[in-house]
């Protein structure tokens, strides 16, 4: 940073300090727009949440993947088993026999899906796109966090100007009150000309101290959005990524926002969504097949008369075919929404691809018209300072009337304070055109 602007920046400490902005135990910090970007990545609590559900989207991709891998299954009770009575078939000659009481069973049971119809491989690619979609609202995020961002530094950065122009005009306004003084003393003047001035310097003064109530209600709302620190003041810097000019051409801007858009690559991810989910409601009116092995080790042996205290194992491996019937009048219904979705998200990428179109024009448009609003702003504050010249001579002359010199000032005061404006503008509109091309 200069040493020019190394001073500015120690003379608007001075005025905060004055007029209330930085009490004693904040911190100051020049920072730049980067700065602040940096700080918002690591920080900000909206990118945070995003990025904890970009993790929870990656976690559901390995859980859709374990989801190929076998099913293994195991159980063990220990069981009383109660006396037996035993009786003709009407009834008669009951006799009670006692079995082995201590009762145990053992299972261990395995299976693995070799075909669901797509239904594993559709839940897979699914949670990838969900995972895929996740990682598309962080970026999203981050770029409006930016934006933000970029609103709060440029206001920032305006109001910093247009304090200096408010001090410009007290000093000058003080300067003027001590000439008339002057001139009053030498019978030239009246005391109704200082009294104007006056006015005029406590008008000056109150546009200051709303300036100063601006900055620091802009400077609360950045540091909330960089998660930072309340009790610290961020001062701007001149050093901005770089100097806006009208080039390059819309076409460059709309080949960005093709390539980049987050929006349309959203919606193109919600087509590709949609399609996946019909295969995995066409999937659900597939059969399914899978290959299975059991073990069982039960006891006692109950199937004499009386139960023996004998312990069987019996084991079998196979494999099952298996296929849901209803699915053939009920299933149908849920392919036919799952169809009519997939349309509408490829229309509604189609809608999503044509408003992007519309505001990269819209927002290069504005561009352009802040470099027309830029140079009238200039040429204003020329013609507005020409006159205050020629106020002030003519009023130096006695050709000229305070009321004539209050208002050239106020003309020249409103003309440097939309020139300060302008400037930002045309910054501002600069990054709002990267942000909506996606490459901010």
């Given at each position: 940073?200069?040493?020019?602007?190394?001073?500015a920046v120690a003379a608007f400490l001075a005025m905060m300090s004055m007029s209330g902005m930085v009490c004693a135990q904040s911190?100051?910090?020049?920072?730049?727009?980067?700065?602040?970007?940096?700080?918002?990545?690591?920080?900000?609590?909206?990118?945070?949440?995003?990025?904890?559900?970009?993790?929870?989207?990656?976690?559901?991709?390995?859980?859709?993947?374990?989801?190929?891998?076998?099913?293994?299954?195991?159980?063990?009770?220990?069981?009383?088993?109660?006396?037996?009575?035993?009786?003709?078939?009407?009834?008669?000659?009951?006799?009670?026999?006692?079995?082995?009481?201590?009762?145990?069973?053992?299972?261990?049971?395995?299976?693995?899906?070799?075909?669901?119809?797509?239904?594993?491989?559709?839940?897979?690619?699914?949670?990838?796109?969900?995972?895929?979609?996740?990682?598309?609202?962080?970026?999203?995020?981050?770029?409006r966090v930016r934006i933000l961002i970029t609103g709060y530094y440029l206001q920032l950065h305006n109001l910093y100007n247009q304090?200096?122009?408010?001090?410009?005009?007290?000093?000058?306004?003080?300067?003027?009150?001590?000439?008339?003084?002057?001139?009053?003393?030498?019978?030239?003047?009246?005391?109704?000309?200082?009294?104007?001035?006056?006015?005029?310097?406590?008008?000056?003064?109150?546009?200051?101290?709303?300036?100063?109530?601006?900055?620091?209600?802009?400077?609360?709302?950045?540091?909330?959005?960089?998660?930072?620190?309340?009790?610290?003041?961020?001062?701007?810097?001149?050093?901005?990524?770089?100097?806006?000019?009208?080039?390059?051409?819309?076409?460059?801007?709309?080949?960005?926002?093709?390539?980049?858009?987050?929006?349309?690559?959203?919606?193109?991810?919600?087509?590709?969504?949609?399609?996946?989910?019909?295969?995995?409601?066409?999937?659900?009116?597939?059969?399914?097949?899978?290959?299975?092995?059991?073990?069982?080790?039960?006891?006692?042996?109950?199937?004499?008369?009386?139960?023996?205290?004998?312990?069987?194992?019996?084991?079998?491996?196979?494999?099952?075919?298996?296929?849901?019937?209803?699915?053939?009048?009920?299933?149908?219904?849920?392919?036919?929404?799952?169809?009519?979705?997939?349309?509408?998200?490829?229309?509604?990428?189609?809608?999503?691809?044509?408003?992007?179109?519309?505001?990269?024009?819209?927002?290069?448009?504005?561009?352009?018209?802040?470099?027309?609003?830029?140079?009238?702003?200039?040429?204003?504050?020329?013609?507005?300072?020409?006159?205050?010249?020629?106020?002030?001579?003519?009023?130096?002359?006695?050709?000229?009337?305070?009321?004539?010199?209050?208002?050239?000032?106020?003309?020249?005061?409103d003309a440097q304070l939309k020139l300060v404006s302008s400037r930002i503008n045309v910054l501002y509109s600069y990054y709002n055109?990267?942000?909506?091309?996606?490459?901010?």
């Amino acid at each position: 940073m200069s040493k020019k602007r190394n001073l500015a920046v120690a003379a608007f400490l001075a005025m905060m300090s004055m007029s209330g902005m930085v009490c004693a135990q904040s911190r100051q910090l020049v920072l730049s727009l980067n700065d602040l970007f940096a700080k918002a990545d690591k920080n900000n609590t909206s990118i945070k949440s995003f990025q904890s559900a970009v993790s929870e989207a990656e976690a559901g991709v390995k859980a859709a993947n374990a989801e190929r891998l076998p099913d293994v299954t195991t159980s063990l009770s220990v069981s009383y088993l109660g006396n037996s009575t035993i009786m003709d078939g009407n009834f008669s000659n009951a006799f009670c026999a006692k079995p082995p009481h201590f009762g145990t069973n053992f299972a261990l049971q395995a299976s693995w899906a070799l075909y669901t119809g797509g239904a594993l491989t559709s839940a897979v690619n699914l949670a990838k796109l969900n995972a895929e979609m996740a990682k598309l609202d962080a970026v999203d995020n981050r770029k409006r966090v930016r934006i933000l961002i970029t609103g709060y530094y440029l206001q920032l950065h305006n109001l910093y100007n247009q304090e200096k122009v408010f001090d410009e005009n007290i000093k000058l306004t003080q300067t003027l009150i001590d000439q008339t003084r002057k001139r009053q003393d030498e019978g030239v003047a009246l005391r109704n000309d200082i009294t104007r001035y006056e006015l005029q310097l406590e008008a000056l003064k109150l546009g200051k101290t709303q300036v100063n109530s601006k900055y620091m209600i802009i400077n609360h709302q950045l540091l909330t959005a960089l998660g930072e620190d309340e009790n610290m003041v961020i001062l701007t810097t001149d050093a901005f990524d770089v100097t806006p000019d009208r080039d390059p051409s819309e076409a460059f801007w709309q080949n960005e926002a093709k390539m980049n858009s987050l929006a349309i690559q959203k919606s193109a991810l919600g087509v590709r969504m949609s399609k996946q989910n019909v295969k995995m409601q066409k999937s659900a009116s597939m059969p399914s097949v899978a290959v299975f092995a059991e073990d069982h080790l039960d006891g006692p042996y109950i199937y004499d008369i009386p139960p023996k205290d004998l312990r069987i194992n019996n084991w079998v491996v196979g494999i099952g075919v298996k296929y849901n019937i209803s699915s053939m009048w009920k299933n149908n219904r849920k392919v036919r929404q799952a169809e009519l979705a997939s349309q509408t998200a490829t229309e509604r990428h189609d809608d999503v691809s044509e408003n992007i179109e519309n505001a990269v024009q819209a927002a290069y448009t504005d561009y352009l018209t802040t470099f027309t609003e830029l140079e009238t702003s200039k040429k204003q504050v020329e013609l507005a300072s020409q006159n205050y010249d020629v106020v002030s001579n003519r009023y130096s002359n006695g050709l000229a009337l305070v009321t004539d010199m209050v208002d050239a000032q106020n003309q020249r005061l409103d003309a440097q304070l939309k020139l300060v404006s302008s400037r930002i503008n045309v910054l501002y509109s600069y990054y709002n055109l990267k942000y909506i091309a996606g490459n901010l």
